[in-house]
Each structure stands twice: as structure tokens, then as C-alpha cells.
């Protein structure tokens, strides 16, 4: 999957400038950035839904828009709004999807079998999909997005309504599907989920500020983190408020992670706190990803590490 100078307007508003994305085959690759950034659009100009305003895009060796429809045919697209009939069972909302793929009688049937079987739904075969729990319909939902057997498929934020538990067993469900050979693309605000992916793409403002494998995104990151205890976690944060050598501020319990701005940021934040009277026992703590995200987040004209 290929874009280049990908660009969509909505009037006067920018919502995807000039992206240029690449994705090999069977890649998991994860779709990051802060709500409004432009994700949905752009995955929705991949698959051919939304045409662009600006920009080539080459997917799976179709030219888009012109091959949009031969496309369609060999992709999955799974958005985060359950988008099948709740007044159907799940075999009848299989059976249609299959019937929209163009999938013949017999091999219809065969394909819903496994993939009631592969997503754990053959025992919820005619309940209706109205009244499955949130980890249940997107387990159809991703199985109707599969049925066709598509070499590329779509996730829009799929466990946006999925406890823990679930969304590992979703995940696994992707692995599987990476492994046979299908490319996903897919977009989350869980940060867990990004670090499974083997690649990532960080947009902000309609812009790809990062582009890399998390451990690559880590290493390049551009702060130092840090982790400081004390027995007054929220005095020593509003303390270090507008502080220069502080890109980044989070309280995780009685601990506050901050994520400064270079190596020798460690000594003016000690002092600051010291000359505050916060008795502080800091500690260099490694990168993750959330650490990324906010860092490159923060300054939509951050350069991709
Ligand atoms: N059809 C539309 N008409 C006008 N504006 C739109 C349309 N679709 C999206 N937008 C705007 O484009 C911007 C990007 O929206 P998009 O849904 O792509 O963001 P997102 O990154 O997927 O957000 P989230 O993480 O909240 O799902 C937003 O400001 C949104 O309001």
C-alpha cells in the first residue's frame, strides 16, 4: 500500500496534508494520533470510500480511485461503530455479508462454519447481534470482514469497546491473520496495542509526524524520561509547570512521570524542586511509547525520527 502526497479538504479545513505512507505486505501497522487527526479519513480514502483531494494512492497494485470497485473485492474494512444489523442472528448477517462478496451457496457456507468457529461464535449461531455483549460483536465483525478471505484489511479503532481480555484475544486473531499473509492496517488510541504492531505511523494534524517500529520510535525519541517520587506528587507538577526542561507531565499514582527535554535536564528539575522544598528521589526511567506519542504530538512540525 502506497500513498503519495495524499491530501483531503473538507472545505476549509485540512484534514489529512500531504501524506505519504507505506506499507508492505503483511505488515501489522498501526495508525496512531491524537482524535481529529485525520485517521478515519485517511483509511477511508485507502479503501476507496472517500476520494481524495490531492494525491496518488496504490493499493494491492490498484491505482485508487480509478480501481476502487476491484479493490473493494479484496479488502476487509472494519470501522469502530458496529455496523451490522442488530435484528439479524449472526449466521443471517454472515450470510448476507457473504451474498454482498459475491460468495457462492456452498462456499458461503463453508467460509461462515469456520468463521464462526475460528471467532468463537458457533454457539451464538441465531442469537441476534443486537443483543451480543461488545467483545461478541466485534468478533462478528471481524469475521464478516474476513469471510472473502481479503489480502488487505482495514481496522479502524475495532476494540474501542472491548475489555482487556478481549482485546488480546482480538489480537491474537490479527497475529493469526498476519501470519497467513494478510497486511493490516490499523488505527488505536491504546498504546498496548500499538507496541504489538511491527510498524507505526504517528499523525498529527493530518501529518505523518513519526514512522518507524515502536523500538525504533523509542529509541529516537527525543526527550528523557524520568520518574520522580515524593510524598506530594501534585505540588512538585505544578512546580515543574512551564519549566523549559519539561516537554511532558503525567501522574501515575504517587509517582509523576516527566518527560524532559535533554540529559541535562535531570539537575534543573532537582534544584527546582529542592528550592521548592519537595524532597524528590528521581529516577531515569526507559522510553515507551506513550512517551513518543506525546513528544511527537505535541509539535506538529516534529521531522520523522
Ligand atoms: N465528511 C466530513 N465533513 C467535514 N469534516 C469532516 C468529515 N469527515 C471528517 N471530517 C473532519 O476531519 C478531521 C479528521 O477526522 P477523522 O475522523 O479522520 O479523525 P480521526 O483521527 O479518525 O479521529 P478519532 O481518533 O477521534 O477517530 C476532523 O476535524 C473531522 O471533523
Not at 449461531?125 to 460483536?137: D, E, F, I, P, V
Not at 521548592?276 to 531515569?284: E, F, M, P, Y
Amino acid at each position: 500500500m502506497r500513498a503519495r502526497g495524499l491530501s483531503k479538504r473538507f472545505g476549509s479545513l485540512t484534514a489529512v496534508d500531504h501524506l505519504d505512507l507505506s506499507v508492505p505486505r503483511a505488515e501489522v501497522f498501526g495508525f496512531l494520533g491524537p482524535n481529529g487527526c485525520g485517521k478515519s479519513t485517511t483509511i477511508r480514502m485507502l479503501c476507496g470510500l472517500l476520494l481524495p483531494s490531492e494525491g496518488e494512492i496504490e493499493v494491492l497494485g490498484c491505482q485508487i480511485p480509478r480501481d476502487a470497485e476491484e479493490l473493494k473485492r479484496r479488502i476487509g474494512y472494519m470501522t469502530q461503530k458496529f455496523s451490522l444489523y442488530e435484528d439479524l442472528s449472526v449466521y443471517e448477517n454472515l450470510e448476507f455479508l457473504a451474498t454482498v462478496q459475491g460468495l457462492g451457496r456452498r462456499e458461503a457456507r463453508q467460509r461462515i462454519d469456520e468463521v464462526m468457529e475460528r471467532y468463537w461464535l458457533a454457539d451464538r449461531r441465531t442469537q441476534m447481534a443486537g443483543t451480543l455483549s461488545g467483545g461478541q460483536k466485534q468478533r462478528l465483525a471481524l469475521a464478516g470482514a474476513v469471510l472473502h478471505k481479503p489480502d488487505l484489511l482495514l481496522l479502524d479503532e475495532p476494540t474501542s469497546a472491548v475489555d482487556p481480555q478481549s482485546r488480546r484475544e482480538f489480537w491474537d486473531s490479527l497475529f493469526e491473520l498476519a501470519d497467513a499473509g494478510t497486511t493490516l492496517l490499523v488505527s488505536t488510541h491504546y498504546m498496548d496495542e500499538a507496541e504489538r504492531c511491527t510498524r507505526l505511523g504517528i499523525l498529527d494534524a493530518g501529518r505523518l509526524v513519526a514512522d518507524g517500529s515502536p523500538q525504533e520510535l523509542m529509541d529516537a525519541l527525543p526527550g528523557h524520561p524520568l520518574l520522580i517520587h515524593c510524598a506530594q506528587p501534585r505540588q512538585a507538577q505544578r512546580t515543574l509547570e512551564g519549566s523549559p526542561d519539561v516537554l511532558a507531565m503525567a501522574q501515575i499514582g504517587a509517582t509523576l512521570r516527566v518527560l524532559c527535554a535533554s540529559a541535562d535536564s535531570r539537575a534543573a528539575i532537582e534544584t527546582r524542586l529542592r528550592e521548592q522544598g519537595i524532597r524528590a528521589d528521581l529516577q531515569d526511567a526507559p522510553a515507551n511509547l506513550e512517551d513518543v506519542f506525546v513528544s511527537v504530538t505535541r509539535n506538529p512540525v516534529q521531522a520523522t525520527p
